[in-house]
């Protein structure tokens, strides 16, 4: 939501950018579900968006984008991934790891917290 909001978009006009359901954005504003790395990226390209913020809710909600000479080998970087990240089960698998992950950082950080 901290993210829709300081993009100035409402739920509709999120979830048609994106051209998913309402639901789903407000799934993920939840925590019910995690957005997939094409979002991830696409949020990154057109916002820049910062992502460990969105793990850990830790440094700056968003990043300066790289320098135009740099872009291009940092996307091929991840080129592979994105393409594996097409097939559905490939994504679903990612995304419960990285829903792990968020869990264990939560939980760590209540742990300093104590």
Same mark, same amino acid.
């Given at each position: ?7 100035? #978009?409402?739920?509709? +006009? ?9 639901? +789903? ?20 390209? +057109? ?9 850990? #809710? ?18 091929? #970087? ?34 300093? #917290?104590?």
């Amino acid at each position: 939501m901290l993210f829709r909001r300081a993009i100035q #978009k409402t739920v509709r +006009k999120l979830a048609s950018e994106l051209n998913v359901s309402e639901s +789903k954005i407000l799934n993920i504003e939840n925590g019910a579900e995690y957005p997939g790395i094409t979002y991830l990226h696409y949020f990154y390209e +057109k916002y820049g968006l910062n992502i460990n913020w969105l793990l850990t #809710k830790t440094g700056h909600m968003f990043i300066k984008k790289p320098r135009a000479e740099t872009k291009a080998p940092m996307y091929e #970087k991840y080129a592979e991934l994105i393409e594996l990240m097409r097939i559905p089960a490939v994504e679903q698998a990612i995304e419960a790891a990285l829903t792990e992950i968020r869990a264990l950082l939560e939980l760590e950080k209540q742990n300093n #917290k104590e």
